[in-house]
Structures are given as C-alpha cells and as structure tokens.
C-alpha cells in the first residue's frame, strides 16, 4: 500500500473515529454513572471515568423503589401500537400517492409533505383539545393519538413504492387481483425495508416521547419510561446515579432493536422478483 493510500484513509478515518468517540462519550459517561457507587464521587475533577468498584445496586433500588416493570409495559405497549399503525395508515396512504393516477394527486402529496415543516408545538394545542373531546385523556390511545400516521411516513413509503417494477403489478393485475390485495400480496412485501426503516423510526420517536405524554397523562399507572425517568429527579433528591440507572432501563430496549436491525435498513434489490 502506498504512503498516498495511507494518507487518504487515515483522512477518512481520524475524523470518523473522533466523531463517533463524541458521539458515544455521553452513552459511555451515562452507564458509567449508573455503575459507581455512593462512596464514589461522580462530579470530581478531574472526572473518574470507569467505576473503581462496579456495581448494580442503582439498578436494583430503581427498579425496586418503582413501578419501573409498569412503565417498561407500557411504553412497550405504546411503541409497538404506535409502529404498526403508522405503518398500516401509512401504507394505504401512500400507495394511492405512488401508484393510482387521480386529479389532484401531486397537490395532495405536496400538501401533505409541507407539513413536515410545522413544529409540534403549533398543534399541540389543538390536538389536546381534540384528544380531551374524544375521551382519550389518560388512555394509551391518547398517546398514540398524534402519530397514527406521520407526513415523513408517507413520503418515504411513497418513494419506496415507486421503485416497485410495474412489471410486478401487472402481473398481479392479470392474475386476477384487486388493487387492495396487490397492495398487500405484491407492493408491501417488495417494499420490506422501507418498512423497517420506517418502524425503527417511528418506535425511537414513540419510545423517548415526553412532551406528548407528560400533557395527556396523569396517572401514573399509565406513565411510559421517559416520564418514569423524569420523576426519579424528584423522587431522590437528584441522586444522579439513580437518576443514570433509570435512563440506562429506558435507552437499552431501543439500542437492541438497532442492533438486531440495522442489517433490514439496507434498501433490497426488488427488481430481482421479476424474470425476464
């Protein structure tokens, strides 16, 4: 390998490495923080950055002194809802978008994309008053409410519908199949990874909500792990370990799921379904 070679990875690599070192300091310095124990001092400088004695004792008077099991449920519960909903409103709106000619279908799809431009706080508001109207104040429907289906959604499943070959449709068309079931025998299986792509997506921005929560939710049975999190702070004094412990229960369940697929997010060849 020449020294030129050399010189352009190490151009490419330093600063990749840099990068995802501050990017991962916080996740470090927060795990980190849930593992020391109460005869360590966590704001000492200059800083210990490993625990001199380990432990998990934050872990288990966390989950002990709280319902954390609860909030673990339903912020489960709420995800998961959240996801395949979305996904479902999502598709059959963006379909039609992609793939049926009717008047006013680009005017329809560039309506629909604007909005990913208005910030949540504008309608949220607005939204409050229609969730407490329709009774789902205090429900896990309430929380689910504003991301039944989501403007980014339908754009990318729309973008992932259009690269769908024709061919794939046609045949189905000819075999027989009505539009609805071409949708769902042919054009959602073909579009897989837009799917994951989205429901990864969608359950990050479900499963860290606390804004959205913290509005329609007062009882604490129904509290989801982001505002579990948030009550630690009152609940011990500010015990930062406490409080890192809690946030260390809330942040796993969504850094597995990256983990176990990301190999999905890689868009698929689907032209290959077709023979020619």
Request: hydrophobic share 55%.
């Amino acid at each position: 390998m020449t020294n030129l070679k050399i010189q352009n990875r190490l151009l490419i690599y330093v600063p990749l490495v840099v990068i995802a070192v501050l990017t991962l300091f916080p996740l470090f310095w927060l795990i980190s923080t849930a593992l020391k124990s109460s005869t360590e001092n966590i704001f000492q400088s200059p800083p210990q950055l490993l625990p001199s004695q380990p432990t998990i004792d934050n872990f288990v008077n966390v989950w002990q002194t709280n319902p954390f099991g609860q909030y673990l449920f339903n912020s489960t519960l709420v995800a998961v809802l959240t996801v395949c909903l979305n996904l479902i409103f999502c598709a059959l709106a963006a379909y039609p978008l992609a793939r049926l000619s009717f008047p006013g279908r680009d005017w329809i799809f560039l309506a629909i994309v604007c909005t990913i431009m208005i910030p949540f706080q504008i309608v949220m508001i607005p939204l409050y008053i229609l969730t407490v109207q329709l009774g789902l104040r205090n429900t896990y429907l309430g929380i689910i409410f504003p991301d039944l289906a989501s403007a980014f959604g339908i754009f990318l499943l729309r973008q992932a519908f259009m690269s769908v070959p024709k061919e794939m449709e046609e045949a189905a068309r000819m075999d027989g199949c009505s539009e609805l079931g071409i949708w769902w025998h042919v054009m959602i299986p073909a579009i897989r990874p837009a799917l994951v792509t989205l429901s990864i997506f969608v359950f990050i921005a479900s499963w860290s909500d606390f804004l959205w929560p913290l509005i329609v939710i007062q009882d604490e049975n129904l509290y989801t792990l982001p505002l579990g999190v948030a009550k630690l702070a009152g609940t011990f004094s500010l015990n930062w370990r406490l409080v890192a412990a809690g946030s260390v229960i809330s942040i796993a369940p969504v850094l597995l799921l990256f983990l176990f697929l990301q190999r999905y997010i890689v868009p698929t060849e689907t032209a290959s379904g077709v023979k020619g």
